[in-house]
Each structure stands twice: as C-alpha cells, then as structure tokens.
C-alpha cells in the first residue's frame, strides 16, 4: 500500500533490452521527488532503479544491484521519506 502514497500512476512495461530483462514504468508525486521511476531487472536477477527528472534521456538517480525485498524501500527512500 505504500506505492500510493507515492502519487503512483501512468505505469508501462520496459520491454528486454541489452542492459535489462524487462521490468517497469511509472510516474510519482512524491514528497521529495516527482518524476519518472524505471525498475529494470537485470540479467542476474537484481534490479537497477533509475529516476528521471525534468531529462527523461538522463537519470537524475541510479541504484543497481537491488534485491526484489528491497524494492519498495529504496524507492520510498527516494520518493517519499528522507
């Protein structure tokens, strides 16, 4: 449930690519940032988390090497409390 207090929405699929095996999307309102998130899956089943500000061709924010119970609170950290 935390996800929505992220002001989470526009969600889309990344599809394979050299860098990823897929992952997702989405759009936040958070408290501290506002932006684009991506959450790629890479090829040895860790995510890498990218956020994009205002320069959608540039990362403002990029963690690799997460595991999936991780997830939510990297992203929180980011998005939603300091």
Same mark, same amino acid.
């Given at each position: 449930?935390?996800?929505? &207090?992220?002001?989470?929405?526009? *969600? ?11 992952? *997702? #999307?989405? #759009?936040?309102?958070? #408290? +501290? ?10 090829? $040895? ?8 500000? &205002? ?8 963690? &690799? ?9 990297? +992203? $929180?950290g980011y998005?939603?409390?300091?």
């Open positions: 449930m935390i996800v929505w &207090s992220w002001g989470f929405h526009d *969600l889309m699929s990344i599809p394979e690519m050299s860098d990823c095996s897929g992952g *997702l #999307r989405f #759009r936040v309102d958070g #408290r +501290i940032f506002q932006g684009i998130v991506m959450v790629k899956l890479a090829w $040895d089943d860790t995510y890498t988390i990218e956020l994009y500000g &205002s320069d959608i061709f540039k990362p403002v924010k990029s963690i &690799s090497g997460i595991y999936f119970d991780q997830l939510t609170e990297v +992203i $929180d998005v939603e409390t300091p």
